[in-house]
């Protein structure tokens, strides 16, 4: 009787790859959704651009932009981690881009991935800060609370060095962390949508 012929033909060597599916969609979900929206959100959460009555269904450009831009990143994600998680082996990008086109794309586009990362960590641990202000002057309002440079630094750097100690735990360990706060902010975004849609259909 014939073997089954195996997707790798190769055994695997090295590292061996310790996420599976659904945490390797999340970190790919968690590289593309994280800064940007969270902070544009609590910015523009305020001013009323125009009449609720002239916004589609009465909801605002912002959340059609999410909703197209997320049913892309969606299928994105989950594509790329689909061919993720079949790979045998860790390595992020380098493992399936060296596999599928080229080793040495694979090399550059993993070292520029570093690099990427290296930068984002950084602005992200400001950014965290910078959404936390903006928050609580638009929750506190008049009430204005601001936090200098010195503050964004110091608050950035303790943020890095708590995901560092976490990420130096294991890979299995950081999955889970992942995954709570994944999908906690992710079930409020949900039933946030959806009392927004409802009110919208009921003014």
């Known amino acids: 009787m014939a073997k089954k012929p195996e997707l790798f033909a190769r055994e695997a060597t090295g590292l061996v790859r310790e996420i599976g599916f659904t945490i390797g969609v999340i970190m790919i979900l968690s590289h593309v959704i994280g800064l940007g929206w969270q902070k544009r959100a609590f910015q523009f959460a305020g001013p009323a651009p125009m009449p609720i009555s002239d916004m589609p269904l009465g909801l605002p450009a912002m959340f059609w932009a999410f909703l197209a831009c997320g049913i892309v990143v969606l299928i994105t994600g989950y594509a790329v981690g689909y061919v993720t998680a079949a790979m ?19 090399y550059v586009a993993a070292w520029l991935m570093y690099l990427a990362e290296a930068f984002s960590y950084g602005l992200i641990g400001v950014a965290v800060f910078e959404a936390i202000m903006i928050f609580y002057n638009i929750a506190l309002a008049p009430t204005v609370i601001e936090f200098g440079a010195a503050e964004l630094f110091i608050g950035g750097v303790v943020i890095v060095w708590v995901f560092a100690i ?12 992942m995954e709570v706060l994944f999908y ?13 849609i409802a009110g919208a259909m009921n003014p």
């Open 184 to 196: 906690i902010p992710a079930v409020i975004t949900i039933i946030f949508f959806a009392m927004w």
């Open 88 to 106: 045998p082996r860790s390595g992020g990008g380098y493992v399936t881009i060296s596999r599928v086109i080229h080793p040495f794309v694979g």
């Open 166 to 177: 976490i990420a130096l735990l294991g890979t299995k360990l950081y999955g889970r962390l």
